[in-house]
């Protein structure tokens, strides 16, 4: 079972390099990277089944046992973010079967090898179990993305890609600086054996400078408060495919080295008295973070904008739930980025669909959209009232582990601005309904409908996503079972440390 650890980092970086090989057949190119995403999610389904159970899968590479060698790791938690990642990827190489750019290599050369990669990057940060490596895979995904982000020119475009790539060279340095500064007091990065390691140091004001600056490298990633201002400048200039990638993946690979490395690495035990310093910093990062994107969300009049500024204020709650520091919190923060996930990648496709109907992003240049596609109104709906927290969806179980956990401990403050932040998403996603489906199209816009071909591509991969909200909502007991599982595994890792360092050649 073993060499399946290593499967979600061969299928796409073999799919990629196919796809590369292939630069000159857009349309084989296209099947590949279907094909890859499709293998990737087949195997990913499979990890879950093995590690559903709370079970951990190591792979130890060049038969070296860990803490010596690379050690691939799945438990849970990451075999569900490679499933959603796969599942995502799938969604975007469908939908851009529609776009006519997707055909031409000229307009569009690496959107399937550049995917694949971007996402052997994705699942080797998932699946990485030592520190030195998860630098490494970002540096993949940072890559790629940058690729994904220049492709196409604009002056937009390329200002954005440099503030993105510019900021990301910054939290480079930071998390090099950090595992540097982390070998020297405990001499390994492997994680496992860091959990160890770092509590025999008995040096918790280094071990909290370390934390300090690995919160501002994977803060960078994450874009919380106040290092989002790339996210926003970047993502609306996009084509829909790979905004739908970027909103639903990247940052939240940040969150979940978070989740991985605080509670493993640089917890209560390790830092002692300076772990409160850690706590309260996440407290007042999650607030600002929910409360600058929400904020910023509701200023904007172009749907991508708003989806791309509530991308920000979402990050926050998954904050929330690693500040809280309880396992309540740890579980409502996975169960929170599993479901966010879907949902954002789903609103930027919906995006796409309105844009590609109306000619526009801009809300006063859209219109009529619930007259001529009832359809498509509903599959915004879901992912929109989700996204704000409506009951049944996935997202009100979502905020509702969170407000539960912060309740317990105490933080009413933390809880009422979560509140707050669900009431003025609500807003948002009701002024996009409002403008773009219900009223009426203004007479400059035309409102056009899908070819038989667009609809199979674009609403097939939306409807998807869309059912999987409401199957999560209205049966959330054994997402949570799940989530609680993999949260079980963050806030206590003993079971994680001992399969890693008892790994069989």
């Given at each position: 079972?073993?060499?399946?650890?290593?499967?979600?980092?061969?299928?796409?970086?073999v799919?990629?390099?196919?796809?590369?090989?292939?630069?000159?057949?857009?349309?084989?190119?296209?099947?590949?990277?279907?094909?890859?995403?499709?293998?990737?999610l087949?195997?990913?389904?499979v990890?879950?089944?093995?590690?559903?159970?709370?079970?951990?899968?190591?792979?130890?590479?060049?038969?070296?046992?860990?803490?010596?060698?690379?050690?691939?790791?799945?438990d849970p938690?990451?075999?569900?973010?490679?499933?959603?990642?796969?599942?995502?990827?799938?969604?975007?190489?469908?939908?851009?079967?529609?776009?006519?750019?997707?055909?031409?290599?000229?307009?569009?050369?690496?959107?399937?090898?550049?995917?694949?990669?971007?996402?052997?990057?994705?699942?080797?940060?998932f699946?990485?179990?030592?520190?030195?490596?998860?630098?490494?895979?970002f540096?993949?995904?940072?890559?790629s993305?940058?690729?994904?982000?220049?492709?196409?020119?604009?002056?937009?475009?390329?200002?954005g890609?440099?503030?993105?790539?510019?900021l990301?060279?910054v939290?480079?340095?930071?998390?090099?600086?950090?595992?540097?500064?982390?070998?020297?007091?405990?001499g390994?990065?492997?994680?496992?054996?860091l959990?160890?390691?770092?509590?025999?140091?008995?040096?918790?004001?280094?071990?909290?400078?370390?934390?300090?600056?690995?919160?501002?490298?994977?803060?960078?990633?994450?874009?919380?408060?106040?290092?989002?201002?790339?996210?926003?400048a970047?993502y609306?200039?996009?084509?829909?495919?790979?905004a739908?990638?970027?909103?639903?993946?990247?940052?939240?690979?940040?969150?979940?080295?978070?989740?991985?490395?605080?509670?493993?690495?640089?917890?209560?035990?390790?830092?002692?008295?300076?772990?409160?310093?850690?706590?309260?910093?996440?407290?007042?990062?999650?607030?600002?973070?929910?409360?600058?994107?929400v904020?910023g969300?509701a200023?904007?009049?172009?749907?991508?904008?708003?989806?791309?500024?509530h991308?920000?204020?979402?990050?926050?709650?998954?904050?929330?739930g690693?500040?809280?520091?309880?396992?309540?919190?740890?579980v409502?923060a996975?169960?929170?980025?599993?479901?966010?996930?879907?949902?954002?990648?789903?609103?930027?496709?919906?995006?796409?669909?309105?844009?590609?109907?109306?000619?526009s992003?801009?809300?006063?240049?859209?219109?009529?959209?619930?007259?001529?596609?009832?359809?498509?109104?509903?599959?915004?709906?879901?992912?929109?009232?989700?996204?704000?927290?409506?009951?049944p969806?996935?997202?009100?179980?979502?905020?509702?582990?969170?407000?539960?956990?912060?309740?317990?401990?105490?933080?009413?403050?933390?809880?009422?601005?979560?509140l707050?932040?669900?009431l003025?998403?609500?807003?948002?996603?009701?002024?996009?309904?409002?403008?773009?489906?219900w009223?009426?199209?203004?007479?400059?816009?035309?409102?056009?409908?899908?070819?038989?071909?667009?609809?199979?591509?674009?609403?097939?991969?939306?409807?998807?996503?869309?059912l999987?909200?409401?199957?999560?909502?209205?049966?959330?007991?054994?997402?949570?079972?799940?989530?609680?599982r993999?949260?079980?595994l963050?806030?206590?890792?003993?079971?994680?440390?001992?399969?890693?360092?008892?790994?069989p050649?």
């Amino acid at each position: 079972m073993s060499l399946l650890a290593t499967l979600p980092v061969v299928i796409p970086m073999v799919a990629g390099i196919l796809a590369l090989l292939a630069v000159s057949r857009p349309r084989l190119q296209q099947a590949i990277g279907i094909a890859g995403a499709a293998a990737l999610l087949a195997v990913s389904l499979v990890l879950m089944v093995a590690v559903s159970d709370g079970s951990v899968l190591v792979a130890a590479m060049g038969d070296w046992i860990p803490p010596i060698g690379i050690a691939l790791v799945v438990d849970p938690l990451s075999a569900a973010m490679i499933a959603i990642a796969a599942a995502t990827g799938l969604a975007a190489a469908v939908y851009a079967l529609a776009d006519p750019r997707a055909a031409r290599t000229r307009a569009w050369p690496g959107l399937p090898p550049l995917l694949m990669f971007l996402l052997c990057g994705v699942c080797g940060a998932f699946v990485t179990g030592d520190l030195f490596n998860l630098y490494v895979w970002f540096e993949v995904m940072l890559i790629s993305s940058f690729a994904l982000l220049a492709q196409g020119g604009g002056k937009e475009r390329l200002a954005g890609a440099l503030r993105y790539v510019g900021l990301n060279l910054v939290s480079t340095v930071m998390m090099l600086a950090s595992v540097g500064m982390l070998y020297g007091l405990t001499g390994t990065l492997n994680l496992a054996d860091l959990h160890n390691a770092a509590i025999a140091a008995d040096r918790p004001g280094a071990l909290a400078a370390v934390a300090m600056l690995l919160l501002i490298a994977f803060g960078i990633k994450a874009a919380v408060f106040p290092l989002f201002f790339w996210l926003p400048a970047a993502y609306p200039t996009l084509p829909i495919p790979v905004a739908a990638v970027f909103a639903g993946l990247l940052t939240k690979v940040g969150v979940y080295a978070m989740l991985r490395v605080f509670p493993l690495v640089l917890g209560p035990e390790a830092l002692g008295d300076t772990h409160i310093l850690l706590q309260e910093s996440l407290i007042w990062i999650a607030a600002l973070t929910m409360l600058t994107g929400v904020l910023g969300a509701a200023a904007q009049s172009d749907m991508r904008r708003i989806l791309s500024w509530h991308i920000i204020s979402q990050i926050g709650y998954m904050i929330m739930g690693l500040a809280l520091w309880t396992t309540l919190g740890v579980v409502g923060a996975v169960f929170y980025l599993l479901h966010h996930i879907i949902v954002k990648a789903n609103l930027f496709l919906v995006a796409g669909v309105a844009e590609r109907m109306t000619g526009s992003g801009e809300l006063a240049k859209t219109g009529g959209l619930y007259k001529q596609a009832p359809w498509l109104g509903v599959l915004f709906l879901i992912p929109a009232l989700s996204l704000a927290g409506v009951p049944p969806l996935s997202g009100f179980w979502a905020k509702y582990l969170l407000v539960r956990a912060g309740l317990e401990i105490g933080e009413y403050v933390l809880v009422a601005v979560a509140l707050v932040v669900g009431l003025l998403t609500l807003y948002s996603m009701t002024k996009i309904w409002l403008e773009a489906f219900w009223k009426p199209a203004p007479e400059t816009v035309s409102v056009r409908p899908l070819s038989r071909r667009e609809s199979l591509a674009m609403l097939g991969p939306i409807t998807v996503f869309a059912l999987m909200t409401v199957v999560i909502g209205l049966a959330a007991e054994p997402v949570f079972i799940y989530a609680e599982r993999a949260g079980l595994l963050l806030v206590e890792p003993a079971p994680y440390v001992e399969t890693v360092l008892g790994a069989p050649r």
